[in-house]
């Protein structure tokens, strides 16, 4: 069995079967998650026989990555490979004052959101914990990274369980101990997984919105047929009104909704208007996207006036709306361009394909 990437009950109930004392677990997790150990011959305070034992039952096997290119404008993309050959990617931003790590939770993605490249794959491979976690232990600048988010390739509700094992190690302080306000799932609304992840996680969530209106959203987020927004606002409004996680009084987690601003289809005031009425009475606040854009589509991407326009409606109303600033065009690093392809592809795929500046690179001593 693989160690990397198991949560501490998890260790508990292995040690337990040895008959070993629980603190055994503790000491387990922090050789693989403070000390990065690769083998449990490391762990050398375990008794010498466990070790023996264990290091033929156990491994600790956690993805290497594959490639990384960097963008003009410092974002990196980083490619990992499945067991399959899938490829999944993170991508690292920096910013004046932080570091964020965007990490995938599947290769592939079975949602089918129409403006989104990955949903063109389909869904490949759900990624086990240790390739999520493995995203970021073995990311050179794992040291720097200040925030993670679950907005890669992939639905995080589509793999609730192996999401939350991975959430789990990232927050506990047996494991990487990354605070969980430094941590954003990004979801579509799946229930009732997404009750799930507001009562066993600290972590900030996203709710993809994009249209307030069931026929306006439909269209876009094939997701809405099985589960509505209706049904998702519901609940948190639910969970407003009872002060549950995520909301004032439980801690200073952070709701937000996203909407991905396309011309003339999801930009409109009146659509502005729709999403206000929608969030009312749910303390969150709005994240404006602007659509990334790849060849193959008819969509186009809203005007700067017009996603301005569209943050007016909602700050009158008191709403804390914020446009989100697009990285990483160049290398197909962007919000819902991870794609899975290799540098050449997705460089024919990314709008500005020869970006001067781009870097591209294997990894020395990595496995093609
Ligand atoms: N499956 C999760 C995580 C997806 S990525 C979710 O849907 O929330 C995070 C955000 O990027 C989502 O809001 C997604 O809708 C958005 N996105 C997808 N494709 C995009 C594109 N081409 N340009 C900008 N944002 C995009």
Redesign the pocket.
Do not use: D, K, R
């Given at each position: 069995m693989n160690l990397f990437g198991l949560p501490l009950s998890d260790l508990v109930d292995l040690v337990r079967s040895h008959r070993l004392p629980d603190y055994r677990a503790r000491q387990v997790a922090q050789w693989l998650y403070r000390h990065h150990a690769d083998t449990v011959a490391d762990m050398t305070n375990l008794p010498t026989e466990l070790r023996e034992t264990w290091a033929d039952e156990h491994t600790v096997d956690s993805p290497q990555p594959q490639s990384v290119e960097e963008s003009s404008d410092g974002t990196r993309r980083y490619t990992w490979v499945a067991p399959g050959e899938d490829i999944y990617e993170s991508a690292v931003i920096p910013e004046e004052d932080r570091l964020t790590l965007c990490v995938s939770s599947q290769a592939g993605?079975r949602?089918g959101?129409k403006?989104?490249?990955?949903a063109r794959k389909g869904l490949r491979w759900n990624l086990s914990s240790a390739e999520i976690l493995g995203q970021y232990r073995n990311l050179p600048e794992r040291e720097e990274v200040t925030h993670i988010v679950?907005?890669?390739m992939?639905?995080?509700l589509d793999n609730t369980d192996e999401v939350l094992k991975s959430l789990s190690v990232l927050n506990g302080e047996w494991g990487y101990a990354v605070s969980p306000r430094r941590i954003t799932v990004?979801?579509?609304g799946i229930l009732p997984d997404l009750e799930h992840l507001l009562d066993r996680s600290d972590v900030n969530v996203?709710?993809?919105l994009?249209a307030a209106r069931r026929e306006e959203r439909l269209p876009l987020v094939p997701a809405e047929n099985r589960h509505p927004i209706a049904t998702t606002l519901e609940l948190l409004r639910h969970r407003a009104n009872l002060r549950l996680p995520p909301f004032p009084g439980t801690g200073r987690r952070r709701l937000s909704f996203?909407v991905?601003m396309l011309d003339g289809v999801t930009d409109r005031p009146d659509q502005a208007e729709a999403l206000r009425d929608l969030i009312r009475g749910i303390p969150s606040r709005v994240n404006l996207?602007?659509?990334?854009?790849?060849p193959g589509t008819t969509f186009r991407p809203s005007s700067r006036q017009a996603i301005e326009r569209y943050q007016a409606v909602l700050k009158r109303a008191g709403v804390t709306a914020t446009i989100r600033e697009?990285r990483g065009q160049d290398i197909g690093a962007?919000?819902?361009?991870l794609a899975g392809r290799h540098h050449a592809e997705s460089r024919a795929a990314a709008p500005d394909a020869g970006t001067p500046g781009v870097a591209a690179g294997r990894l020395s001593g990595q496995a093609e």
């Open positions: 993605c949602i959101c403006f989104c490249l990955t679950y907005m890669g992939g639905e995080p990004s979801t579509v996203a709710v993809s994009h996203e991905v996207i602007p659509w990334n854009s790849f697009s962007a919000c819902g361009l």
